[in-house]
Every structure is written in structure tokens, then in C-alpha cells.
């Protein structure tokens, strides 16, 4: 009798084994293995590390994926390959490991943040040269151009020392010799629908 049962168990778990969806076990083992790692220390690709994840699980249940999905990686190319990493595994992904996921992509975009914080704000750059235009409308715009008679399109947008004065001058401006210090920002520009760099004017110096 104890001889059956256990005959019944075994045969009962090698079925469910065998039944067992090889993507679930390969997305279950690359959720094990990002949950191990620290993500602040991951590389600023997402794409790469799951690429390369996805292709040593996949390698290593290629027997599987050629019984169950008639998936050859030995003839693998870029189709197929993203055929497997996209479609099959990639979308499977984000709902066996949620958190994970999210914990990788919110490392990204703080990385990109850090990125963009060194480089481009509070840094103030200046440039010299005379006011050629003064464009008025929902903003205001003044065109610069130096001695090499290269032009600068800088954006008058916060307030700063002397702002005022220049607000009740603007038709007097251009011809005028002027030191601009400005800052790079990035804002979205809703008709284009995409984020611009703009030159932010943060200071005005009129030469005599």
C-alpha cells in the first residue's frame, strides 16, 4: 500500500513538472537572480542586463523551450532572438517580478536625474555679443550674435537683477553690446511634445 501512494506521488509530481511552463520557470529564475543583486549598482541599460539574463536562461533550458515551443536557439538571429526576449520572456516578465522591475527602471531614472544634474543645472554659461532680435510673444526671446558672428537664442523667462528695466525697453534693445549669463534647463515643449534644452537667461549686462 505505502509502496502505491508513493509510486502515485512521484508519478502526481513528475506530471506537474513536465507540465510547467519552461517561461514561467525561465522568468521566475531571472526574478531570483535580480532580486539577489543590488540595483543601484546595475548597469544605466535595462535592455542589456535582461537581454543577457534571458539568453543564459534560455540557454540553459534549451531542451525545454525546443519541447514545449519548438524554440531552437541553435538558430537563433535577430528575429527570433527578439521574438524570445520580447514577446515570450520580456512581457512575461513584468508580472512574475513586478516590484523587481520596477525597482531596476526607478534605479534608471534616478542614474539619468544624477546625469542631467551634474551636467547641465546650476552651471551658468556666458556669452557676449549684440541683441540682433527680440521675438515677442507668449515668451520672450533675444538673439545674440558674437563677434565670430555666431548666434545664441537665449530665454528671457525668470526674473533676475535689472529684469524690470529690461521688461520697459524691450523695443530699444536690439543693437545693444550685452553680457548674458544663462543656464540650460530642460522643459517640455507641448508642441512638439517632447523635452527641450532652453538657454535661460539669468543675468543681463549692458556694455557701454
Not at 542589456?48 to 543564459?56: M, N, R, S
Not at 514577446?87 to 516590484?99: A, D, N, S, Y
Not at 551658468?124 to 549684440?130: F, N
Amino acid at each position: 500500500m505505502f509502496k502505491k501512494i508513493l509510486f502515485i506521488t512521484i508519478l502526481f509530481y513528475s506530471i506537474n513538472i513536465k507540465a510547467e511552463d519552461i517561461l514561467d520557470v525561465i522568468c521566475d529564475s531571472i526574478c531570483a537572480s535580480f532580486e539577489k543583486q543590488d540595483v543601484s549598482k546595475l548597469s544605466s541599460n535595462p535592455e542589456l542586463l535582461f537581454g543577457l539574463e534571458i539568453l543564459k536562461y534560455a540557454q540553459m533550458y534549451e531542451a525545454e523551450l525546443k519541447s514545449q515551443y519548438k524554440y531552437d536557439m541553435a538558430k537563433l538571429n535577430s528575429k527570433t532572438g527578439e521574438k524570445l526576449g520580447v514577446i515570450m520572456i520580456g512581457e512575461k516578465l513584468v508580472f512574475r517580478c513586478p516590484e523587481t522591475f520596477a525597482k531596476i527602471y526607478n534605479n534608471l531614472i534616478d542614474k539619468q536625474d544624477d546625469f542631467i544634474n551634474e551636467n547641465t543645472n546650476g552651471v551658468i554659461s556666458t556669452v557676449q555679443g549684440k541683441i540682433t532680435v527680440v521675438e515677442e510673444g507668449e515668451f520672450i526671446y533675444l538673439f545674440i550674435e558674437d563677434k565670430n558672428l555666431k548666434k545664441t537664442k537665449l530665454l528671457y523667462l525668470e526674473h533676475f537683477p535689472g529684469a524690470n528695466q529690461l521688461m520697459e525697453n524691450f523695443n530699444t534693445l536690439v543693437g545693444k553690446s550685452v553680457i548674458i549669463d544663462y543656464e540650460d534647463k530642460e522643459f517640455f515643449n507641448a508642441k512638439l511634445k517632447e523635452y527641450i534644452y532652453y538657454k535661460v537667461i539669468k543675468q543681463i549686462t549692458f556694455v557701454e
